[in-house]
């Protein structure tokens, strides 16, 4: 093959790639796409492994062989990465029926359930498995072992569900794990890995919520703006074509039609109008009466939990369950009534369904938040006087082994003292504060889970039973009257979650359990709640659309986040560990174990790197410089923002302008409109050229009503239809005519305020008479 027949076959290829790649943009029939591109490509298949040259034509055509093996590769791997996706079928199939608010919830719970998977990973990967494995047995240290007074009663079921007995001296708290600095055959440093892994779990959870923020803020929009022809795009665009099963087309048609009611909504409330002095009034009172609950809430949860730490010093056989479980069932049963009134009271404010929703994720968050810290503040009472009585336990072993030492010593006149020999299950120990507070945690989670499953079966389940099967035989429709089929609580559910979840990111360092009973609450919340809603609950009556980002989900549970963290790294940095429990035992503070290794494991330079930016006199400069970072990038954010808003009303303006144009139409510029204003009504106009254009009524015959436009701006060059109220307009386009030669000489001339009048021209500056 000569060197030309490879350029021309090179191109010929180059041109059939094109052709295929732009195929979907041609305006034409089905068939005739499916033809081109079946000859398109047989004909790249063919000619393109014989571009090569020589030895390189075996080469060429392997390499094309192979790039098309690895875009195949790629093609059917994001395809298996989709199919991969957990639940997305049961998304798809709740957000047709329910709307895309209502799917929201079921995202953030699958994307819940793979932030606490990693962290399930973090922490029994590097601190319970390498324990289980490397570290001491049950029962040879007193710490991993029950005490003698509670072995009778350890597996009983009402002591193992209040996770005492076996449960409160096992893998699951805090206090089982050892000090020793290193364990087993790898050495591994299972104190630091605590602390560590304690800490890295609130870095990994910031990153990755800062992370989906960012993303969710590049997808873009808060869901009030659809952009022009809403509906029309949604009438002749939401089909999808592919759909070949007749469930999937039902969903589908649920999908657009709820898409549409969500449309309709948004339309509704942006011309809605109202009485503003009455509505003020209105939303004052109702704030005012949520402060209320909120107050009552907080100072209920405070009184019930002071009145526990009187409980605490009572004899158990004494208590009843409730009086053993007040504190959860208090917190579980305002958790279950306040909602429902936050949303009865917020009826008087009548926002849109969106902001509603807002208003009452705040709302229910911040009781939430209240009851978990008015809780964490009585804890921490309760913490203190087992702090007090740990020092008094520590003392007097101290003085019981000093006692023994001096004893022995007299009794046998040596000093080669043998150290006593006790069986861990008789050995005085500490409260144990922190496996304390794990097990309050334990203890609420496993309360919180009670209540939700509860609540979905009693109150959604049974009352569509009793709506469905006793509406027969009633004395009112059931259906439509009360009480009707339960709709699906976003507000209460979402809140939940988060709240929840800063209950597993507080008590994760106190109960390294926790994150694994976590995944199990979320994995088994995904099924039975998917369940609920589609068989138990009906569509909101007022549909909205979801926002385009769940930032407003992502910024609670960074505050949530925030918020956990501080009681935590209050632990860290200021109360003192326990002395005969958790990795941390035999310390002033928990960080010290941080220190001893660089003193003991790290070079001097390195330790000395380190004193130096704990230095106070750099930590401030660098706080000082981030926020002056974070200042300046917020307002290069606001001046980004302002100059997208600012092009997106020119590129209006400019789309209106060209529509104008192409329909011939006053220009929409207010200065274009002005200007034409300014323009003479009626434009002199030469004999000649009413002898040349024919089709052009005379100027007494139109008087004042211009004539209408027979065509497109393009028309103007042929002297056909013209507008003769205007000579020029400024929404005219060019002229559409190939210019194939320069203007001819210019007539003679008149003077200023004389029209000179030419035999048998076009008249002045109107030039000859273009070629046919």
Known sequence: MSEGEMTRLKEEVEEKKKLISTLRNKPWRMRRRLECLKDAQ?????????????????????????????????????????????????????????????????????????????????????????????????????????????????????????????????????????????????QFRLPLSYLLVGVGSFGYSLMVVIRTMAKNSNEGGDGAEEGDFTFAWKMFTSWDYLIGNSETADNKFASITTSFKESIVDEQENQKDENIHLRRFLRVLANLLILCSLGGSGYLIYYVVKRSQTYANMDEDELSWFEKNEVEFVMSLLGLVCPPLFETIAELEEYHPRIALKWQLGRIFALFLGNLYTFLFALFDEVNAKLEREETIKNA????????????????????????????????????????????????????????????????????????????????????????????????????????????????????????????????????QCWAVMTCNVPHERVFKASKSNNFYMGLLLLILFLSMLP???????????????????????????????????????????????????????????????????????????????????????????????????????????????????????????????????????????????????????????????????AMANPRMAVTRPPGPRGPSALPGNTLQVPGGRGRGRGQNPRR
């Open 42 to 186: 047989q004909f790249v298949e063919k000619f393109e492994g014989a571009l090569g040259k020589g030895k390189g034509r075996k080469l060429y055509a392997f390499k094309v062989m192979m790039t098309k093996k690895w875009i195949k590769f790629n093609r059917d791997f994001e395809n298996f990465k989709t199919a991969c996706i957990p639940w997305e079928r049961k998304i798809k199939e709740v957000e047709s029926h329910f709307g895309s608010s209502v799917a929201s919830y079921f995202l953030f719970l699958r994307w819940m359930y793979g932030m606490n998977l990693v962290l399930f990973g973090f922490v029994f990967g590097l601190v319970v498995i390498p324990e289980v494995l490397m570290g001491l047995p049950y029962g040879s240290i007193p710490r991993k072992t029950v005490p003698r007074d509670e072995q009778a009663k350890a597996m009983d079921f009402s002591v193992l569900f209040e996770f005492g007995g076996y449960c409160k001296y096992s893998f699951l708290f805090y206090g089982y794990y050892n000090n020793q600095r290193t364990i087993g055959l790898l």
């Open 568 to 730: 935590v790294v209050y632990t860290i940095m200021t109360l003192p560990p326990s002395f005969d429990c958790g990795p941390f035992s035999g310390k002033q503070k928990m960080y010290d174990v941080i220190i001893e290794t660089i003193d003991k494991d790290l070079p001097a330079f390195l330790g000395t790197l380190f004193t130096y930016a704990a230095n106070p006199g750099l930590i401030i400069p660098a706080v000082l410089l981030m926020v002056l970072a974070i200042y300046y990038l917020n307002s290069v954010s606001k001046a980004y923002k302002h100059a997208n808003n600012e092009l997106r009303k020119k590129m209006q303006m400019q789309r209106d302008e060209e529509k104008n144009r192409r329909n011939n139409k006053d220009s929409t510029n207010q200065v274009m409109k002005d200007l034409e204003d300014l323009l003479p009504k009626k434009s002199p106009i030469s004999a000649s050229a009413k002898e040349n254009t024919a089709n052009i009524q005379p100027l007494s015959e139109l008087g004042d009503k211009p004539s209408k436009v027979s065509q497109k701006p393009g028309a103007v060059a042929t002297g056909r239809g013209v507008n003769l109220q205007r000579d020029v307009s400024l």
């Open 397 to 528: 072993t101290i003085w019981a082994m000093k006692e023994h030492y001096s004893n022995f010593s007299e009794l046998n006149n040596s000093t080669a003292i043998t150290p006593l020999s006790i069986n861990p299950a008789d050995v005085m120990r500490g409260p144990c504060w922190e496996t304390a507070v794990g097990i309050e945690f334990m203890k609420l989670t496993v309360s919180d889970i009670q209540v939700t499953y509860l609540t979905i079966l009693f109150g959604d389940f049974l009352r569509a039973l009793a709506v469905r099967f006793l509406n027969y035989c009633w004395c009112w429709d059931l259906e439509a009257g009360f009480p009707s089929y339960a709709e699906f609580d976003i507000s209460g559910n979402v809140l939940g979650l988060i709240f929840n979840q800063g209950m597993i990111w507080m008590g994760a360092f106190y109960a390294p359990g926790l994150v694994g009973l976590n995944v199990l609450r979320l994995l088994t919340s995904m099924y039975f």
